[in-house]
């Protein structure tokens, strides 16, 4: 009997090489894009979470202050404020809540002083803060991320 030896042909080692490359530019193109849409995810979700604060903390300051002439919309600086009256050893104080250079300040001061916008606390990053009034207690609120994302959302004073 004779033997044969085989002979591999140098195309199918070519071919085994270039089906694997292919095989790891594929794995990578997709570990590219999953990177992207996780860290688009994870923005979205902060961003997101961070409304939500922004909301509750909105809420709780409102739910504070619901008390007969409380709760009013004023102006700081020509700027639109969310504005609540408190009276601390007979002396009114005003907090005002307001966007001032993409950002939502908070700034406590006595009532009737010369207070200045920029002298207020940060409380987050914003693109956009609306307040309007709508009459009968209601108070219409409207934020927007720096990312776009929005949040709307009515408050009720019962003492209004």
């Known amino acids: 009997m004779k033997k044969t030896a085989q002979t591999s042909h140098p195309i199918s080692g070519l071919f085994s090489l270039l089906l694997f490359g292919l095989f790891v530019l594929f794995l990578l193109i997709m570990l590219l894009f999953s990177a992207q849409i996780y860290q688009r995810s994870i923005k979205k979700a902060d961003s997101e979470t961070d409304l939500g604060t922004i909301s509750s903390y909105i809420t709780t300051k409102f739910r504070q202050h619901d008390v007969q002439d409380g709760i ?3 102006e700081l600086n020509d700027i639109p404020a969310l504005c609540f009256r408190d009276t601390i050893n007979n002396r009114d ?11 939502l300040k908070e700034l ?3 009532s009737g002083s010369s207070a200045q916008a920029n002298a ?3 409380i987050a990053s914003l693109s956009d803060f609306q307040i309007e009034e709508k009459g009968n207690g209601f108070y219409y609120i409207f934020l927007q991320s720096t990312v776009g994302n929005t949040s709307e959302f009515f408050l009720h004073s ?3």
């Open 158 to 160: 019962s003492a209004d």
């Open 93 to 103: 104080y005003i907090t005002y809540l307001y966007l001032d250079d993409g950002s």
């Open 108 to 110: 406590f001061t006595a």
């Open 120 to 122: 207020g606390t940060v």
């Open 72 to 74: 009013f919309t004023d």
